[in-house]
C-alpha cells in the first residue's frame, strides 16, 4: 500500500512540525469478542464453534492554527483462528482545513452516503472490511481528497480517489467465508489499484424533505467473484464502473420515509457455470487464461419507511418499526451479497436510560426463494467504561440460494468494549 503509507508519512510530518498545536485529544477502545456457532460448517475445514478475537481502536485528533485539524484512527483485530481476520488498517489519517467558503481534506478519510437500514446500496467511497461484519457497515480507510463546498443552493462534494483498497475476506480457517484462499485480484484497469477514481455527491433539503445526488467512476468496491482452477483459490476481478446515486428521506412527526437506488454500468453477469458449491461465478482463470463474463447495466432499489412511537407505556422507551423493499434487476444473475426480492421487517428499541440501552432485531425474507434471516444486534453499558454488545444470526437459505452453504453458520457475539 504504498499511496496510503506515503499520504501517512506525509501527513505525520505536517503534525510534527507545525509551530503552535492545541493539546492532543485521545481516546482508545479495546474490544474482546467471543462468537459461539450453533453447528459445524459445511463449508471448508474449520468446525470450530467458538471463536475469540481482540481488537484495539484509537483516536487521536490535534487542531491546528488557520481553522485546521488532523485526525489519525488506526485499527488492529487479532483473531485465534483466521489469519485473514487478523489484520490492521489505517481508518482515518486525514487533514481538515475550514475556509470562509469551503472545506478541504487530504489524507486516509471516511465518508458515508445513504438513508436506508437493510442496504447501502450508494455508500461507495470506502471498501467494505468484509472480515469485521456481514452487514457491509465497517470500512477501510481511502485515500481521498474532498473538496466541501456549501452554498444557499446545497452542499456540494467533489473527491479524487487515487488508490483503490482491495476488500477483505475470511480465509479458508475462518467460520462465515469461503472455505478457499483468495488469489491476488486481478483488475479490469491496466493502472491495477493505482487507477484514479472520481467521486461527487450533491445535497440539499427543503423543509422535511431531503434528498442527494451522486455520480462515481473507477474501480467497483464490489470485486465479481471466481474460480482459479489453476491453483484452486477464489479470484477477485475489479472491473470499471460508473454509478448513479440517489438518496431521498421525508420526515413527518414520527414517520421517516427513505429511498436509495443506484444506476451501474459495468459490473459482470453472473451466468456462468457453477464452480464452487452452490454459487456461480462471473469470472475464472483456467490454463488457457482468464475468462471474464460480458458487463451489463442494471439498477437496484431499497424503499421504506420507519416509524416511531415516542414513549411507549408513559415510559422513556421509544420504539420503531422499519419496514422495506430491496430490488435487483439482474435477478438470479444478481451476485451472491445482492438483495433481488427482499422485505426487512425490523422494531428498535432505544430505552433512553443512563446505560444508553438499544436493541434492533428483524428478519429479511426473500418472497422468491421463501427463505429468510434473523438478526439481532444490541448494547447497553454495564459500566462507566465498559459497554456489552450482543449479535445474533439465524440463516435459513433455500436450497438454491446461493448462501445455502450457510445454513449451519448461525452464530451468538458477545463483545465487551473498554474505554481508556
Known amino acids: 500500500m504504498k499511496a496510503p503509507i506515503a499520504i501517512s508519512v506525509f501527513l505525520s510530518a505536517i503534525t510534527l512540525s507545525a509551530a503552535s498545536m492545541a493539546e492532543l485529544s485521545m481516546t482508545t477502545q479495546l474490544d474482546y469478542e467471543s462468537t459461539f456457532f450453533g453447528a459445524d460448517s459445511q463449508i471448508g475445514e474449520n468446525e470450530d464453534r467458538w471463536n475469540q478475537s481482540i481488537a484495539l481502536r484509537t483516536e487521536l485528533y490535534k487542531e491546528l492554527e488557520g481553522d485546521q485539524s488532523i485526525t489519525f484512527k488506526p485499527f488492529y483485530r487479532f483473531d485465534e483462528h483466521d489469519e485473514e481476520r487478523t489484520h490492521g488498517d489505517i481508518r482515518e489519517l486525514i487533514w481538515h482545513k475550514v475556509a470562509d467558503n469551503f472545506e478541504l481534506k487530504a489524507g486516509i478519510g471516511k465518508v458515508f452516503w445513504g438513508v436506508t437500514e437493510s442496504s447501502h446500496l450508494v455508500d461507495i467511497i470506502n471498501q467494505t472490511d468484509a472480515v469485521e461484519s456481514l452487514d457491509g457497515e465497517q470500512k477501510l480507510g481511502q485515500p481521498m481528497v474532498q473538496l466541501m463546498l456549501e452554498r444557499d443552493w446545497g452542499n456540494l462534494d467533489l473527491f479524487v480517489l487515487p488508490y483503490h483498497r482491495e476488500r477483505t475476506f475470511r480465509g479458508k480457517d475462518g467460520r462465515l467465508g469461503l472455505g478457499r484462499d483468495f488469489a491476488d485480484a486481478v483488475y479490469e484497469s491496466s493502472d491495477e489499484e493505482n487507477h484514479v477514481d472520481v467521486a461527487a455527491r450533491f445535497y440539499t433539503y427543503i423543509d422535511e424533505f431531503e434528498y442527494a445526488v451522486s455520480v462515481f467512476h473507477g474501480t467497483s468496491r464490489e470485486p465479481a467473484l ?139 425474507f426473500d418472497y422468491e426463494h421463501q427463505d429468510y434471516s434473523l438478526s439481532v444486534e444490541g448494547e447497553t453499558r454495564i459500566l462507566n467504561n465498559l459497554m456489552l454488545s450482543v449479535e445474533a444470526r439465524v440463516f435459513a437459505p433455500d436450497e438454491e440460494n446461493p448462501q445455502w452453504d450457510f445454513r449451519d453458520e448461525d452464530f451468538v457475539r458477545l463483545t465487551l468494549s473498554y474505554y481508556l
Not at 491453483?231 to 421517516?256: F, S
Not at 452452490?278 to 471474464?292: E, Q
Open 226 to 364: 471466481g474460480f482459479d482452477q489453476t491453483q484452486g483459490n477464489v479470484l477477485p476481478y475489479y472491473p470499471q464502473i460508473t454509478q448513479l446515486g440517489l438518496e431521498m428521506q421525508y420526515l413527518n412527526e414520527g414517520w421517516a420515509w427513505k429511498f436509495e437506488g443506484i444506476v451501474r454500468d459495468g459490473m459482470l453477469q453472473n451466468n456462468q457455470s457453477t464452480l464452487l458449491g452452490d454459487i456461480s461465478f462471473p469470472v475464472f482463470n483456467t490454463a488457457g487464461g482468464l475468462l471474464v463474463a460480458e458487463d451489463e447495466q442494471y439498477f437496484a432499489t431499497t424503499a421504506g419507511f420507519e416509524y416511531t412511537q415516542v414513549g411507549i407505556w408513559d415510559t422513556r422507551i421509544d420504539l420503531g418499526w422499519v419496514v422495506e423493499h430491496l430490488y435487483d434487476s439482474r435477478q438470479e444473475e444478481a451476485s451472491a451479497t445482492a438483495f433481488e426480492h427482499d422485505v426487512l421487517l425490523a422494531t428498535r428499541w432505544a430505552a433512553n436510560d443512563a446505560a444508553s440501552s438499544t436493541l434492533l432485531a428483524g428478519v429479511l
